[in-house]
């Protein structure tokens, strides 16, 4: 399984890579993304993030993607819809986010 999430995440990492290197020709980045679990250290950024995307504030367990040290997009651990900043191309992360869910789920 941590096989098919790195190999998946290196694909969007790779897509991501590809797409900000076509638009922005003239900089170059690499992004570093994690998936974890929140923290309550989090919960500030969790509010800004559900603002952003015009949300309900988020409640309970959270898995979250932060791409370079910001917190782009985040999963409740116990189902429901992804919150993720609109202003940032977020859809391969919600992806591994709910595949991490997924797999985080007693059976």
């Given at each position: 399984m941590k096989a098919l999430i790195e190999a998946e995440l290196f694909r969007q990492m790779e897509r991501d890579r590809r797409r900000k290197a076509g638009a922005r020709?003239?900089?170059?980045?690499?992004?570093?993304?994690?998936?974890?679990?929140?923290?309550a250290e989090d919960t500030g950024r969790l509010h800004r993030l559900a603002m952003l995307d015009s949300a309900?504030?988020?409640?309970?367990p959270m898995l979250v993607a932060e791409?370079?040290?910001?917190?782009?997009?985040?999963?409740?651990?116990?189902?429901?819809p992804a919150i993720a900043d609109p202003f940032e191309p977020t859809a391969g992360l919600v992806g591994l986010l709910e595949l991490r869910r997924s797999q985080l789920r007693p059976a």
């Open positions: 020709a003239d900089r170059r980045s690499v992004d570093t993304v994690v998936i974890r679990e929140a923290s309900p504030n988020p409640h309970g791409r370079d040290g910001l917190l782009v997009a985040a999963v409740p651990m116990g189902g429901g």
